[in-house]
């Protein structure tokens, strides 16, 4: 990790700090990984989601959120009136698929984390979503997504709300109305401030 806080540190733009994650050698996700899956949408944009790692899809294309749970992420942004070209913009706890898509391991996050807090830094959102209990974690330092969400927190400088994650929307649809007040929520501070 303090090799990864020095390159993150010394990363002065969005630019420099995909190349520095791109020359990291330390960790071994990248060996299995095709793509380095650094983020998307708008860097100007207000809103900064959070997700947990690429799947397939993401480590095929090199982008995040464009397998199935991205297609529900797009979705359900469009029902706030967000685009997810302009007025978001997306990034995950790790840049690289872990194998099989097993959970990342704390150790993988605790090393890669420096390079998360610059990508913040640099983006500068008024308001970051975290989605699931993996990004929740690794942001807070906190579990239990389904006590946590919805619920505005002050831990780090910027208003932070917890979401579920939308791959288990998938899973669980019955979620889904939670998460519906959740964006709603979102939106309420959007207008707001
Ligand atoms: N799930 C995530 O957390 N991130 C992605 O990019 C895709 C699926």
Known sequence: ADLARQAAKAAMSLEQLQAAMGAFEHCELKKGARNLVFADGNPE????????????????????????????LDRMLEAID??????????????????QNRDPRPEEIGMLKPFLERHVELVKPDVLVLMGNISCHAMLGKRGITRIRGKWDAALNLPTIPMFHPAYLLRQPQAKRQAWADLLELKAKLMGS
């Open 82 to 99: 967000l685009s997810r070209e302009s007025s978001v913009y997306i990034t995950n706890v790790l840049p690289w698929r872990p194998p």
């Open 45 to 72: 944009a207000r809103v900064m989601i959070i997700g947990e790692a690429p799947g397939r899809d993401e480590d095929r294309e090199g982008r995040p959120f464009v397998g199935r749970a991205g297609q529900l």
